[in-house]
């Protein structure tokens, strides 16, 4: 009987395949711990390992594999291993292992007649008037109502956090640390479900330097974190969510110890002034500070190395550690703290609009961001965050409204507000850029300039939004 390869996921494993290789695992093996590695070791005995650093791909016995290796499949696997031939029940195991997707053999005629094509083909871009467009554009509908329902409270909950963190480090300059402030904050937070609010909020206003900045910083680690654990196969919680927004919220309380004058300056200190040498500090005070609030690991983790770059020899790279010493989420709280700092308002430095932002990012992979966690934080904002102000094909703009798959995600869903002819739209219309194949994203516009009547005219317009 002939035989075909294709990959498959691990929901759609069948007893009689043989499984080749591992293409995808779960959030849990961004960095190798000691407990998966005693798995693989054990499962796959006699595969080879795929590890992808600075110097590109490279193959290890996987009896070679150590904790932190950045692990990102595994191939040749030998078939008679136990593992490698499907059997009812193993796909349930696999996936409780964090293993997610896999290249298999298939013997022609084996399996159900929707699994023919190679799954890992991108979806197409839909058909106007198809019942598969219809139908997903009255759920981005419906999804983009819900968000708009909550830019009202997202709005409230963003000032009042911003006054709980700058009350919580005066506190602390009196030496009286508490996270009662914070956490009825996140309690706010997550009843109403505004973070994703806050999250296009941040990007349409901007923050200053320390207070909004902890804010902002929250509310997207939390997004993509949660986005993250949900994409590599992990359902997450509450206590996920309560746990990234902590770790944000907190993760410059050490800037308690800096001086008021110093933190709040107009001024750009040079890398090796005095008064940078201070706020540098701010890290090891805020995971002694955290070490003494007996807060979590992994959040004394975050507010000790979001500053600790990959390529450890950059001058914004402070302390200086091993980054293996740097837990995921420090790793992803880093990305997000530098890009919240690109879109917030600094008195001596413009705003960056969200799309520009993530347009840098990319540039600084594998240098001072991990590569992969820099994949994953993309994926979570997508191209054109909820926000961005874009041009359309036709010289309309729009407010991008919803995001796109990832093979797609220059399609997202977007609401027209402005006409070719400069003219502001009293109606705005939704369209899914899925479906409507002749429109497409031009270019990134910034609304600080395009908009600059007030301070906050596009953030009115992007309020204003209202999809019948």
Not at 284 to 296: E, H, K, S, V
Not at 345 to 367: C, H, M, Q
Request: net charge negative; charged share 25%.
């Amino acid at each position: 009987m002939a035989q075909s390869s294709r990959k498959v996921k691990v929901g759609e494993l069948q007893p009689g395949m043989i499984i080749e290789e591992v293409t995808e695992l779960s959030f849990d093996y961004a960095i190798l711990e000691e407990k998966s590695l005693k798995f693989l070791q054990t499962a796959f005995k006699g595969a080879q390992a795929e590890l992808v650093g600075e110097g590109g791909k490279r193959l290890v016995p996987v009896e070679d594999l150590k904790p932190f290796d950045p692990l990102q499949g595994i191939v040749a696997i030998p078939p008679d291993l136990k593992v490698a031939k499907v059997v009812p029940g193993l796909a349930e195991r696999l996936e409780g292992q964090g293993l997610l997707e896999f290249k298999v053999t298939i013997s022609d005629g084996q399996g159900p007649a929707t699994h023919t094509e190679d799954k890992s083909t991108p979806p197409g871009i839909l058909e106007v008037g198809s019942p598969q467009a219809s139908k997903r554009f009255e759920a981005k509908k419906e999804e983009v109502k819900a968000f708009i329902e909550t830019l009202d409270k997202a709005e409230e909950n963003r000032d009042k956090s911003s006054n709980t963190v700058e009350e919580m480090l005066d506190a602390g300059r009196g030496g009286k640390y508490s996270a009662k402030g914070v956490e009825t904050m996140i309690d706010s937070i997550l009843e109403s479900g505004s973070s994703p609010a806050m999250r296009a909020i941040a990007g349409l206003k901007g923050s200053d330097q320390t207070y909004a900045h902890c804010t902002d910083m929250s509310v997207i680690l939390q997004d993509c974190y949660t986005d993250i654990l949900q994409r590599t196969g992990k359902k997450p919680s509450e206590a996920n969510a309560r746990f990234a927004l902590t770790s944000g919220f907190m993760h410059d309380i050490g800037k308690s110890e800096v001086p008021k004058d110093i933190l709040e300056s107009t001024t750009r200190f040079a890398p090796d002034s005095q008064e940078m040498i201070i706020m540098r500090n701010h890290t090891t005070y805020g995971a002694r500070i955290l070490t003494d609030m007996n807060m979590p690991q992994q959040a004394i983790n975050v507010a000790a190395y979001h500053h600790v770059k990959k390529d450890s020899t950059l001058l914004t790279s402070y302390p200086q550690v091993d980054y293996k010493e740097v837990m995921p989420l420090a790793r992803l709280a880093s990305i997000t703290d530098v890009y919240q700092a690109l879109i917030g308002r600094r008195k001596y430095k413009k705003n960056w609009v969200p799309g520009k932002a993530i347009e840098f990012l990319l540039s600084l992979k594998d240098t001072e961001f991990d590569g992969r966690m820099l994949d994953e934080f993309i994926e979570s904002m997508g191209k054109f965050p909820v926000g961005s102000l874009v041009k359309l094909t036709t010289g309309d703009l729009a407010f991008v409204m919803a995001l796109a798959p990832k093979e797609h995600s220059g399609r997202p869903v977007v609401a027209l507000v402005e006409n070719a002819k400069g003219e502001l739209l009293k109606h705005q219309t939704l369209v899914d850029l899925m479906v409507e194949k002749e429109l497409e994203v031009v270019e990134v516009v910034d609304h600080y300039e395009h908009y600059n009547e007030s301070e906050e005219q596009a953030f009115q317009i992007f309020q204003s939004i209202r999809v019948a």
